[in-house]
């Protein structure tokens, strides 16, 4: 019978040694996971740059990437993988004709597409942001373009605490791909820009606007000086 208690008592010693230490496997997965996708973020003009030799156009305008970076860059798995998925719907888009992917890897929206998409653009910055606003469609992602006006402005509504991501966000039903895409892109970036902090950006700025790119929404958003 005591030998019985013994076992017992033993596996409950166990068993309560065990639970912490899982709960301490999982925060450091956890920190770990934050510190990678940390240095994504700040890699991440480096790591396009790299890929960018690697991007094959073909004859029918579709692009793909040459699988030999496998072996001669490092990057990222996860990084590339992200990218992957923003060509794949690229390349969906050359195809039904919405857009073209020039020699050049600009991307070129079908006027009749680009027309509409103006518009409602236009209706939606003229209820939101101040200043000149350009959203750009990238082989790799996408990226804002806000003049110095239009920064300060976004800072100022942040500090306000006026929303306005729902507004761009029931328009991206409106629009066809790309742009249905951009605004998508817009009003997650505004989500994520109405959470954080705005010295990212503030200390961004000086004086001619930034550039906010993401590879596909997933690993945050890079802010760069223009």
């Known amino acids: 019978m005591k030998k019985v208690l013994l076992s017992l008592s033993m596996l409950a010693l166990l068993t309560a040694i065990a639970v912490p230490a899982e709960a301490y496997d999982k925060i450091n ?3 770990e996971s934050s510190t990678a996708k ?17 991007v094959i156009r073909k004859e029918d305008g579709t692009i793909s990437l040459d699988q030999s970076y496998h072996s001669e860059l490092s990057i990222p798995e996860e990084f590339v993988d992200d990218i992957q998925n923003h060509i794949n719907d690229l390349n969906i888009q050359v195809k039904e004709g919405n857009i073209v992917v020039n020699k050049d890897l600009s991307i070129t929206t ?4 680009k027309k509409r998409s103006n518009k409602v653009m236009a209706m939606a ?4 942001l101040k200043g000149n606003v350009d959203i750009k469609v990238y082989w790799w992602g996408y990226g804002m373009w806000l003049d110095d006006r239009a920064t ?12 306005f991501a729902t507004l761009l966000a029931m328009i991206n ?8 895409k951009s605004v998508t892109f817009v009003s997650s970036l505004i989500a994520w820009f109405l959470q954080t902090t705005v010295n990212k950006i503030e ?24």
């Not at 940390?38 to 690697?54: F, G, R, T």
């Not at 079908?110 to 597409?113: C, L, R, T, V």
């Not at 300060?152 to 929303?163: E, L, N």
């Open 29 to 31: 997965t956890a920190a």
């Open 38 to 54: 940390k240095s994504i973020e700040e890699n991440q003009n480096k790591y396009v740059e790299m890929l960018a030799e690697y």
């Open 110 to 113: 079908i006027k009749e597409n």
């Open 125 to 128: 910055k003229e209820r939101s």
């Open 152 to 163: 300060r402005d976004m800072i100022r509504q942040h500090k306000a605490g006026v929303a």
């Open 173 to 180: 039903v409106i629009l066809d791909y790309p742009d249905s």
């Open 203 to 226: 200390e961004a700025n000086e004086g001619n606007g930034v550039l906010i790119t993401t590879t596909n929404l997933t690993f945050g958003f890079v802010v760069e000086p223009l």
